[in-house]
C-alpha cells in the first residue's frame, strides 16, 4: 500500500463504533472523522466514487 491503511484489531472496537455492518468501504479524514462512507457492501461498494473522492481531496506527494 502506498498510502496509510488501517486493520482492525481482534475486540472488533473500530468495527462497533463505526457501525461497519455490513461491510462498508470507509475514508477517515485527517481529523478523525468519517469523510466518506459507502453504502453496504457488497452491492453497495462504489469504488469509482472512492477514487473520486481521494482524486479530489487527497494531495500527491
Known sequence: MTMPTLIDREDNRVNA???AWPDRLYIIGADGKI???????????????????????????
Open 17 to 19: 463504533i463505526y457501525g
Open 35 to 61: 469523510a466518506y462512507q459507502g453504502g453496504p457492501g457488497p452491492g453497495g461498494f462504489r469504488v469509482k466514487e472512492i477514487e473520486n473522492w481521494l482524486a479530489e481531496n487527497v494531495k500527491a506527494k
